[in-house]
């Protein structure tokens, strides 16, 4: 399983490094970045488009055209809606969310950000968000953007992850900490 995530990422990496010096060449770093959100959020959404990618039951005509379609519906820019026609014609749909974190990735450090994985209990409010946004970045020197979840299971506080740093400051991390204090001293 490590093996085939890590040709994946191989793929991906060299299809999302050519359509963004083709991009980066025409100034369409920020359109392209909105694109690539919008056709996440639209991966994440639909079962048919992850059946599509995935499926071996789609050949390579079937995926080529499904694809073109949904980039004429979103309005994708030429360069994306060709790179995801190749990759279907060449049989690797199957690597787009790892194109997807490349993309990200490579417009992130263009634009000199970084982008920080925030996992809290509850929904952060818009004054939440940009307080730890700020924080982060006088901590981290670059413009950070936050990718927000929520897991109620942490019970409270937060789990940050900014490059190879973490910090925990969740709740069930704290119990956690304690019941192996508490299992030391029995």
Do not use: H, W
Not at 11 to 26: E, H, N, T, W
Not at 136 to 155: C, F, P, T, W, Y
């Amino acid at each position: 399983m490590a093996n085939s995530a890590s040709i994946s990422a191989d793929i991906a990496g060299r299809y999302a490094q050519a359509l963004f010096d083709l991009v980066r060449d025409s100034g369409g770093i920020d359109a392209l970045s909105a694109q690539i959100d919008d056709l996440a959020s639209a991966y994440d959404a639909s079962q048919d488009l992850r059946d599509l990618t995935l499926s071996p039951l789609y050949d390579r005509q079937q995926q080529e055209t499904a694809i073109g379609a949904l980039a004429g519906r979103m309005g994708l820019s030429p360069e994306l809606a060709n790179t995801l026609r190749l990759m279907a014609r060449n049989r690797r749909l199957f690597a787009l969310p790892q194109l997807l974190a490349k993309l990200r990735s490579l417009i992130a450090d263009a634009k000199g950000e970084v982008t920080a994985d925030v996992v809290s209990a509850q929904a952060l409010t818009d004054e939440q968000k940009a307080r730890l946004a700020d924080t982060l970045a006088a901590k981290s020197g670059k413009k950070v953007k936050l990718n927000a979840r929520v897991d109620e299971s942490l019970i409270g506080g937060m789990i940050v992850k900014l490059g190879s740093q973490m910090i925990d400051s969740s709740i069930r991390s704290k119990l956690a900490s304690l019941q192996n204090a508490m299992k030391e001293v029995g």
